[in-house]
């Protein structure tokens, strides 16, 4: 992407700013307001993705999105603003079609990547949970032989859609502020769950079926896999952050939309 022109954008803007209304006029003064405010972070110098290309945009996006709006940004959103800051650092970023790339939210100059987003009121600095890793009917009635047959079966294929495995952690933080986190979770590490055995699984009591396996890592739990079959979906709790990659975070202030 060409760096944008500073004289052609301030000539449009000063072109454009005598047609809008007051009201328009005043969210546009609050957003500009938004851009000026210093907020703390950290960016991983070693990331390829949380370029300064990126990551100014990235967190220009925020600033925005909270001159406007107190609730933390959603899963949706989060597609469209990590997709226009990899455009703005220069790569070819374009959000799927589910039913062609299954499993990949976005392709990166050929990566694909699934994103996540965590922001729960219960959400733990040191482990991540994916409370919809992926949808599983086939729970029900299962012993757990056919826990760990389908399981196996079905994270392999599920896992083959996606290279990367990226998420926006939001923490609510003293002083009106709002922490933001983008981390990876390594794909070698989930797939560690495609090679479960009958005698890995606790079933859960009661009709729904299920049950929760714990997945280790050169000695240590690494994560919990719960197949609830109430919801017949597969959860991923008490994963540990210390096993993932942070390649950025933001302190965005909510101060702004005083």
């Not at 890995?200 to 997945?215: A, F």
Request: contains cysteine; charged residues 25%; neutral net charge.
């Amino acid at each position: 992407m060409l760096a944008p022109n500073l004289d052609e954008l301030l000539e449009q803007l000063n072109a454009t700013a005598p047609q809008l209304t007051a009201t328009r006029l005043m969210l546009l003064n609050r957003m500009a307001s938004a851009l000026q405010v210093r907020f703390g972070g950290f960016v991983n110098q070693s990331s390829d993705l949380a370029t300064p290309l990126f990551s100014e945009y990235f967190a220009s996006r925020l600033l925005i999105h909270h001159a406007v709006v107190e609730e933390r940004l959603n899963k949706k959103s989060f597609e469209y603003i990590f997709r226009d800051a990899l455009r703005n650092d220069g790569k070819n970023a374009y959000i799927t079609a589910s039913d062609v790339y299954p499993g990949a939210d976005l392709i990166v100059d050929e990566t694909r990547i699934s994103l996540k987003t965590e922001a729960s009121k219960n959400i733990r600095e040191a482990k991540i949970t994916i409370s919809k890793f992926m949808e599983a009917r086939w729970i029900r009635d299962q012993d757990t032989v056919g826990l760990a047959r389908l399981a196996s079966e079905r994270l392999r294929e599920h896992l083959a859609g996606y290279d990367r495995i990226v998420m926006l952690r939001a923490f609510n933080m003293p002083r009106n502020e709002v922490k933001y986190e983008l981390i990876e979770i390594p794909h070698s590490l989930l797939s560690l769950a495609s090679f479960l055995q009958p005698n890995d699984i606790t079933l859960s009591p009661g009709r729904s079926g299920g049950g929760s396996t714990t997945i280790w890592q050169n000695n240590r739990e690494a994560f919990t896999l719960r197949f609830d079959g109430s919801v017949e979906k597969l959860t991923i709790t008490n994963l540990s952050v210390d096993l993932c990659t942070s390649h950025a975070t933001w302190n965005i202030p909510l101060t702004i939309l005083i």
